[in-house]
């Protein structure tokens, strides 16, 4: 089976659709970019709602922001490891702490010179753990590890 995939631009980050004999979604960039994905989808030729399935890598922002409204235009699944997903449930965006000298500082300004960014709560519906999930019900031979 060949698998193409897609990277579509949301501004400051992407998304990635694999494209197989089903449509995965990986990532939804900052809030207010659902519209981003939605075009680049259509502009593959894909109606939004073959997607079955939207992969969250991590919980920042940037990579979680526009799922709520993403997860209701395509109706697919929603997936994310089971120890960030309630920063999506809840959102409540944690800073990363910073593990160098470089980054502590970064993040110690991070709150004035980055806006504060509203997360849409919504349902994760498959929790990933440190298992994995297989991809092949959603027509890609892969997994999440």
């Known amino acids: 089976m060949s698998i193409e995939i897609i990277p579509i631009s949301l501004g400051f980050s992407r998304s990635y659709v694999l494209w197989g004999d089903g449509i995965i979604a ?4 900052c809030p207010g970019k659902s519209r981003n994905l939605i075009n680049g989808l259509e502009a593959a030729g894909i109606v939004p709602g073959e997607v079955k399935l939207i992969v969250i890598t991590h919980g920042h922002s940037d ?4 799922a709520s409204e993403i997860k209701e235009a395509t109706g697919a699944k929603l997936a ?3 120890s960030e997903s309630k920063w999506l449930e ?3 965006m944690p800073a990363p702490p910073g593990v160098t000298t470089w980054g502590r500082m970064f993040m110690s300004l991070r709150r004035y010179i980055m806006p504060v960014e509203e997360v849409k709560a919504t349902d994760v519906d498959l929790l990933i753990g440190n298992e994995g999930i297989s991809l ?3 027509g890609i031979p892969g997994d999440v590890i």
Do not use: A, K, T
């Open 26 to 29: 990986v990532d939804c960039g």
């Open 63 to 66: 990579h979680v922001g526009s």
């Open 80 to 82: 994310m490891h089971r």
């Open 90 to 92: 809840n959102p409540v």
């Open 136 to 138: 092949e019900e959603y």
